[in-house]
């Protein structure tokens, strides 16, 4: 049963445009939910954070949004880079018995396009 | 560089043998966190340990263990391995208890059972 899906294994924009990243989740006790970017024969960076109580966050030229009752968060990047290629993951973790883990969906392969 | 270091960087074994991962956290982070990433799939986390002590489990294998050190590195040990067992397996680590606490990746282990 996964937890946490990104349905688009990939996606491709051109330099300079916004770069959407969706993420889907099913399980509601999830109460913070994160990004992290993966270059190959890397290990994934954290990117950024969103509680459950917000509905967004912003850092720059990325941004979190969190629709509860849809159970959807999404990544922008604007302006998107050619730097920025790579893959994104989204994840999410909810406390059980005292412990926090993070559920991991399976990533977005984002190739930005000079 | 994320100051996690994972030992060795690849790995080829037969089926039936044993190995072990070596993780050693970034200075200072108590909680260390394995994950598995097979082919297209997402990161599965699999064990954390916080000061020694196993903090949360998530779909690991009996045939898998791990163990934290006082010096706080840590050793992931598979046994009876299976060609499924291939995958890239990820050390984090982090100052804090809870999964949301922002991970710090070493650069993986790839391991490949013929």
């Known amino acids: 049963d996964q937890q946490v899906k990104q349905n688009s294994p990939s996606l491709s924009v051109q330099e300079g445009r916004i770069s959407i990243l969706n993420c889907d989740y099913t399980?509601?006790?999830?109460?913070?939910f994160l990004w992290y970017k993966k270059y190959p024969a890397e290990g994934p960076t954290f990117l950024i954070s969103?509680?459950?109580?917000?509905d967004k966050n912003e850092d720059g030229r990325f941004t979190v949004f969190l629709n509860k009752s849809a159970k959807h968060l999404s990544l922008h990047i604007v302006p998107s880079q050619p730097g920025d290629s790579a893959v994104y993951f989204c994840?999410?973790?909810?406390?059980?018995?005292?412990?926090?883990?993070?559920?991991f969906g399976k990533g977005t392969k984002l190739t930005v396009n000079p | 560089d994320s100051g996690v270091t994972q030992t060795p960087k690849h790995l080829i074994t037969a089926t039936g043998q044993r190995v072990t991962l070596r993780c050693s956290p970034r200075?200072?982070?108590?909680?260390v966190y394995w994950y598995q990433q097979s082919l297209d799939q997402g990161l599965q986390f699999l064990i954390q340990?916080?000061?020694?002590?196993?903090?949360a489990k998530g779909n690991i294998l009996e045939r898998f263990s791990a163990q934290q050190f006082p010096d706080l590195h840590s050793e992931l040990n598979l046994s009876s391995l299976e060609l499924g067992d291939s995958a890239l397996y990820f050390c984090?680590?982090?100052?804090?208890?809870?999964?949301?606490?922002?991970?710090?990746f070493g650069p993986g282990t790839r391991l490949t059972v013929l």
């Open positions: 984090a680590s982090s100052s804090g208890l809870a999964g949301y606490n922002e991970q710090f």
């Open positions: 399980n509601s006790m999830f109460d913070y």
């Open positions: 969103i509680s459950s109580i917000k």
């Open positions: 994840a999410a973790s909810a406390n059980q018995g005292g412990s926090e883990k993070l559920v």
């Open positions: 200075s200072g982070d108590l909680s």
């Open positions: 340990y916080y000061n020694g002590e196993e903090r």
